[in-house]
């Protein structure tokens, strides 16, 4: 790019006498331009540096999808000058890939679909009035139902408004799934325990919700949970051990945390939870890469590379991975859940064998020894992926 620039006879920056073809001053570095460009160099520059790295971008994603392993081999070979560094890959895949990985959780969790069928409720659930239910012997008689719906206000409306209108076939139907036999009786009970049923519903909560203190109501529980979020630790810990527990790091979070963990089904607190998973998942892999290459090192030590060079095809290795799911994270944001799991599910299992190739084309070890280490690494590799993956869902909790 030098060679398109008006060149100095003395370095600015260290006073060195340049020469007509030095594109860099000899003792400090420094590139040999005049500082004061048009603006049209400025942008032919430009444009000559984003066609410069599409190049690159080009022939590495060419490699990639052609040839599992070979842009690694010939990166180790010296033949680098065609393909985008590592790092720069790496970083630039990974952006797209963690905010495809934003995006498409959020969409999955904005989808009414998403929240419908995650509530599990029984008529003692509906009605939240057990002293009503005891006295007209109706207690056990709620419990036996069970029904299904979305976590939100309006789906369980909507649950209390469909048994309402429930005709006789129906309501036997309802005591067949119960696996209650149907007599007067119990037909004249459930259509009591539906004339129970408040409008708007309410949803009981279990009165010993946080330690041992009574809620006689949801909003008397969620307004106790949120003044414990703010709580400082003296208060905490006074809490704490008026509940005979021993005051610490763990419980004074899991106290604070207590009114998140209660109303996760709340979007605010669903989607803090889900960034900052985000991003403790983004430091999990990124920690991975150089473990990947301490494993590599010990299964290839007789083969003489270097740290770096194992590093190199770690670093490879999850690019693809981020490579690959962001594509197909892309292609099904509006396919279903079960469409997306199966995508995901095969996308695993080519990413998987992919690193199978790749191992055979940059270590160049026979099939039988390839595919031994192949497994070994996989089985290491996912067990020490689940452990960081648990800890960052326990720091998740803790800190969103």
Known sequence: MSDHHNKLTVCPNCATSLGPHDNFCPNCGQENHEVKLPLGHILYEFVESITHFDNKLWNSLKAIFTSPGKMTAEFLEGKRVRYVPPARLYVFVSVIFFFLVGKFADHR???????????????????????????????GFADEFEFKTGISDESITRLSQKLKSLNANQLDSLLDQAEIRKTDSTRSRLRELITLLPDPPRISVDPVTIGNRKFNDRESREAYEERLSHMSATELDSIIRAEGESPNWLTRKLYQRQGKFANLNKGENRHQLLHVMTKNVSVVMFVLMPFVAVLLLLFYYRRGRFYYEHLIFSVHIHTVLFLVFSIVIAATYFASSKTSSTVFNWTFLVCWLYFLFSLKRVYQQPWRKTTLKFFLLSFMYGITAVLFFIGALGIGLLTF
Not at 115 to 122: E, G, K, P, V
């Open 109 to 139: 969790m904005d989808d009414k679909a998403f929240l419908d069928q995650t509530l599990r409720i029984d008529f003692d659930g509906l009605i939240g009035n057990d002293s009503l239910l005891k006295s007209r012997q109706l207690k």
